[in-house]
């Protein structure tokens, strides 16, 4: 662990998705994905010493990696909760809030968390490591319909039903307990030279059910619309197309589905408006860092009125 905060993850997007904040030295910022503390460093270099940052992240690994600066707190829980957790600091609003959606570096290395398909290790795949439900149960007490609905919708496997009846198939001779045996069970309906980006794919379906990334980003936004001030900004960093739909979805209309109220006059009652244009990594950046080649940065601000002009 003694190198830990130099290997842990390498932040994405770095320059951008803060300079995306505006930060005011004396305001108040979240970073609602702590992590290996990378953007919340760069945050607290540009804030003078009446700003603050509030830190957030579920996985007790990342503690090590705490910042000692008075200035910064870091909250060890899940941002679904930010604004309860917010309230017990004494915090109702903020200036900017910003999510770095992907999985570390660390999480991925570490044979034991079942987060990589490089290792054969216990299926488990929790972010929180006290959480009751892990890989392991949603591959061995999932239904067929509801593993092919979670292959399908979040990693966008064409051959979902497949997967999914070969994984049941395969559980009739025992539970399916590590990654290798996972792994073993479903190459076969992978083309080979494309083995591991599928691999992937099915390992990011099971992390996103194991720890309900979808419904705790849907959580966080609609209460991030509810702290940040007006003129506040939040930097979002999403890594597959299902979370990327949801932040632009938000930030357009401030709903995930159906359409946003109009007033008398036709105007939109939206809680931001974009900033920039969609942002993603250089090639410079992609070299660097190959993980990041999949990150898309959304940049909105708080209206200062409820319509959208």
């Keep these: 662990m003694s190198n830990q905060k130099q290997t842990y993850h390498v932040p994405v997007l770095l320059k951008e998705s803060v300079d995306g904040l505006n930060i005011k030295p004396d305001g108040t910022y979240v970073d609602v994905t702590f992590g290996g503390g990378g953007h919340s460093k760069e945050i607290l270099k540009r804030l003078g010493p009446k700003g603050h940052l509030y830190a957030f992240d579920q996985d007790e690994d990342a503690v090590a990696n705490k910042i000692d600066d008075p200035r910064f707190t870091l909250i060890e829980g899940n941002f679904a909760n930010l604004k309860n957790y917010l309230r017990l600091e004494g915090v109702k609003e903020i200036d900017g809030l910003l999510a770095d959606l992907g999985i570390s570096s660390h999480q991925i290395n570490e044979p034991q968390r079942g987060f990589s398909t490089r290792f054969d290790e216990k299926l488990d795949m929790r972010m929180n490591q006290s959480a009751k439900i892990s890989a392991f149960d949603v591959v061995n007490k999932y239904d067929e319909y509801a593993l092919r609905k979670i292959f399908s919708q979040y990693g966008d496997l064409k051959n979902a039903a497949t997967l999914a009846k070969s994984i049941v ?22 083309p080979k030279l494309k083995l591991n980006k599928f691999l992937a794919k099915l390992y990011q379906a099971l992390r996103i059910e194991v720890n309900g990334e979808i419904e705790a980003l849907k959580k966080m936004l609609q209460q991030a619309a509810m702290i940040i001030k007006p003129g506040g900004r939040l930097s979002v960093i999403s890594y597959h197309s299902l979370e990327d739909r949801l932040v632009k979805r938000f930030i357009r209309d401030g709903l995930f589905e159906g359409q946003p109220e109009k007033d008398f006059y036709g105007h939109t009652k939206v809680p931001f408006k974009k900033v920039s244009k969609l942002i993603i990594p250089s090639t410079e950046e992609i070299e660097k860092n190959p993980r990041a080649r999949s990150a898309k940065l959304r940049v909105a601000e708080r209206t200062e009125s409820p319509y959208k002009l």
């Design 169 to 190: 198939k395969a559980r009739e001779d025992g539970p399916i307990e590590t990654t290798g045996r996972l792994n073993e069970i479903v190459s076969k309906h992978f």
